[in-house]
């Protein structure tokens, strides 16, 4: 990149923002089809504005950091390329049969509701119909016509699409129309789609060749690095960890992982890669080793690896900010991403008024601006995060935020953004000797080994590219085409996105598919060899269904109101939600409500919230709690230990160690039952740091009193 026009000025603070778009491998073994298509989703609303709006103001700086598979599968789709889905939007809704449609109606509402389904009144009135019968799928699919699976067809396309582009054709025409579509239509918004997916690469190379942007590349499939040199490595963070059976060492996988990512780089961008933001902000001192080989100039991780690493240094806390350039003894320069301000735009930001959110933040780099006072010159602060997901829990795929955002940044002259190139560039490095081995969650990798179904996936990995090695010693003369092709799907395995969905870190709707396809990866090796498929790749690792939203009540409750547990038996019967349940695409590190707790007796409803140990709302200076119910009109109680605002003749609330809160019915319905849902939020003024759950509240129904009968389960 050409950074030697780039002038530091006097008195800044430098704020250096990475996104880092990811995607997995979803390419199906020997075929131009994915399995899964996010890739496709997410390039009509994250991969081409995202760069567009960071330029739209001439003196923002910023780093895009994009996995090579990801860049390889929007090739695909230009070219061709297909998913299910896909396939699926392009049907002709006659002509399908009663399992096909079946599929679309449990496929075709994957969105976040609140953002992506409710605000377009179609989509809403389709999803409010399927949510009615969803548990009866042969009637479901009677209740909707023709025209309604085409409409279907057409908005589950049409809400992934970024407001930046919903003024061009056909798209305008489509969000117009709102119902009705015909084949022609929907047709064209798949023709639209591909021609947009088409521009996202040269997007990146034009602002980037106008020095507009800086680009870098993870290493190839996204692998955690420091698990290909060495699985032992786990243990420096973990020292009782339980691991593979077979201890992986292969850091030739992790040099050609490296390697074809600078090699990419160089074929699409031109020139040397500066720097990378390595898979998950893992890092080790082999891996600075590797990068060092191949000329990469910096690596960024997370602020907890730095004090893990500068005590390992042996140098003091207080002299090692985080927000400073680091050097190894090698030559690599390292930053390390600040922990808090990432994950408030990650996680806290969406649910606040945009402006407000923004000056919050803003506000934070003020503070750390006078803190640094006649250091600055030493001084920036490493934004790191999620470039995609995060922005559907935003209003409008967070257009405002990022507008917003880009403008305070830009026209405030104590505030200076800088991409990551230019921040190793302009600021002396401070020494550090040596390296923690970890990553940005919670400075350890047990998020990718240690469950025992993330170490049966490194077992099955080892078994096969063993295999392969062997075969491959055996019969050197082997087609090499197919050799080439047997390593390919090893190097897939091995990245970080398969185990990221194995163990309990976190679930999704398509567990099962992420393991299928992980499996089949493997088994394609042996098929290319013709091979015999082991059948312990013929069995599921991980067979089980999505964990529900939250378990019922199956008692009445009569909790005393008093912010402790008063006796062990006092909430037995009430239904559960578990906040620390697995959770998604992304990783949130700090919450601070552990777990839900809810039911009735004949006279009242109840919720309990635990805290995280140690943790209370008494314990947070101006936190509050707020639970909104709707029943179905809406209820919102705001609760904090010195004050209520509602009304106090209906409820009871109690702070402790936990919080304790109690409504009475007859306030809630004048019949005193009825259909309930709730959410839970915790506040600092009025802007939510918490949700739960984050994605649909929790619904239940309160009978009338002469049906309050629980039958054992």
């Known amino acids: 990149m050409h950074q030697g026009d780039q002038v530091t000025k006097p008195g800044t603070i430098k704020v250096a923002l990475l996104w880092h778009m990811h995607q997995p491998n979803y390419r199906e073994p020997f075929s131009n089809r994915l399995a899964m298509p996010w890739v496709r989703l997410h390039a009509l609303k ?13 003196n923002i700086r910023v780093t895009f950091n994009l996995v090579p598979t990801l860049l390889d599968q929007f090739e695909m789709y230009a070219n061709g390329g297909t998913d299910r889905h896909l396939e699926l939007s392009q049907l002709h809704p006659e002509d399908i049969g009663t399992e096909t449609r079946q599929e679309i ?31 009866d799928p042969v009637t479901l699919v009677s209740l909707f016509s023709s025209e309604e699976i085409r409409d279907l067809q057409v908005w589950s396309n049409l ?76 243990r420096e963070a973990l020292p009782s960890i339980e691991l593979p059976r077979r201890r992986f060492v292969h850091p030739e996988d992790a040099e050609q992982q490296v390697a074809r990512s600078v090699a990419m780089y160089h074929r699409l961008f031109g020139g040397d890669m500066q720097g990378m933001w390595p898979s998950e902000g893992s890092v080790s001192e082999e891996v600075l080793e590797i990068a060092a080989r191949h000329g990469i100039r910096w690596l960024a991780s997370d602020e907890e690896i730095l004090s893990h690493s500068v005590t390992k240094s042996g140098l003091k806390q207080r002299d090692n900010p985080i927000h400073a350039i680091y050097e190894y003894p090698n030559g690599v320069k390292m930053l390390f991403r600040d ?29 750390l601006r006078k803190i640094y006072a006649g250091q600055l010159d030493r001084t920036v602060v490493p934004v790191i995060l999620d470039g995609e997901n995060a922005w559907e829990y935003f209003p409008d795929d967070g257009t405002e935020f990022l507008s917003e955002f880009y403008r305070q940044l830009d026209e405030d002259p104590e505030i200076e953004t800088v991409t990551f190139s230019e921040a190793v560039r302009l600021i002396p490095a401070r020494p550090l000797s040596r390296l923690f081995a970890g990553s ?39 087609d090499r085409g197919k050799l080439t092709q047997a390593w390919e799907q090893i190097y897939i395995a091995e990245g970080s996105d398969w185990c990221w969905w194995y163990g309990d870190d976190h679930r999704s709707a398509q567990d099962d598919q992420f393991d299928r396809i ?20 013929l069995r599921p690792i991980s067979p089980r ?26 909430w037995a019967g009430a239904g559960h939600y578990d906040c620390r349940q697995p959770g998604g695409a992304m990783h949130r590190v700090e919450c601070h409500i552990s777990d839900i707790f809810f039911g009735f007796d004949r006279a009242r409803f109840y919720i309990r919230l ?96 002469s049906d309050e009968v629980f039958w054992p389960t």
Request: negative net charge; aromatic residues 12%.
């Open 159 to 234: 809400v992934w699409v970024d407001p930046r582009f919903r003024e061009e054709e056909p798209v305008r025409t489509l969000f117009a129309c709102e119902r009705h579509f015909t084949e022609d239509a929907k047709q064209a918004l798949m023709d639209w789609q591909r021609r947009l997916i088409a521009k996202v690469i040269p997007t990146y190379q034009k602002l980037q060749a106008d020095n507009r942007l800086e680009v870098s590349l993870t290493p190839y499939y996204h692998p955690i690095l420091p698990l290909l040199c060495d699985t032992d490595v786990a």
């Open 46 to 58: 994250d991969y081409l504005d995202m760069p567009l709006a960071a330029t739209a103001r001439e």
């Open 518 to 537: 992980y499996r089949k990866h493997l088994a394609a090796v042996y098929e290319l060899l013709g091979l015999d498929v082991p059948l312990s790749l």
């Open 105 to 135: 109606l449990r496929t075709f509402f994957t969105a976040n509701p609140a953002r992506m389904i409710v605000p377009f009144p179609r989509y809403h009135e389709l999803y409010n119909k399927y949510t009615s019968a969803a548990s």
């Open 339 to 367: 922990h808090a301000l990432s994950d408030r735009i990650g996680f806290v930001y969406s649910t606040w008024d945009a402006s407000r959110a923004v000056s919050d933040f803003m506000g934070h780099i003020k503070q």
């Open 545 to 570: 269904s999505v964990r529900p939203c939250a378990t019922m009540p199956d008692g009445l409750i009569a909790p005393v109101i008093d912010g402790r547990l008063t006796h062990f038996y006092e």
């Open 440 to 478: 940005w969650i919670n400075h350890n990798f047990r998020i990718w080994i240690g469950h025992s179904e993330d170490n049966h996936a490194w077992d099955l990995l080892s078994q096969a590219r063993d295999d392969l090695v062997s075969f491959e010693r055996g019969l050197p003369d082997h």
């Open 610 to 705: 635990d805290f995280y140990s140690g943790d209370s709302i008494e314990s947070k200076a101006g936190l509050k709690i707020e639970i909104t119910c709707f029943v179905p009109e809406k209820l919102v109680f705001e609760l904090s230990p010195d004050q209520m605002k509602d009304a106090a003749d209906h409820v009871t609330c109690a702070f402790g160690d936990r919080v304790e809160f109690a409504v009475e019915r007859v306030h809630l319905w004048p019949e005193g039952f009825g259909e309930l849902s709730f959410t839970v939020a915790l506040l600092q003024g009025d802007q939510k740091l918490e949700v739960w759950p984050e994605h649909e509240p929790i619904a239940l129904v309160v009978p009338r009193r």
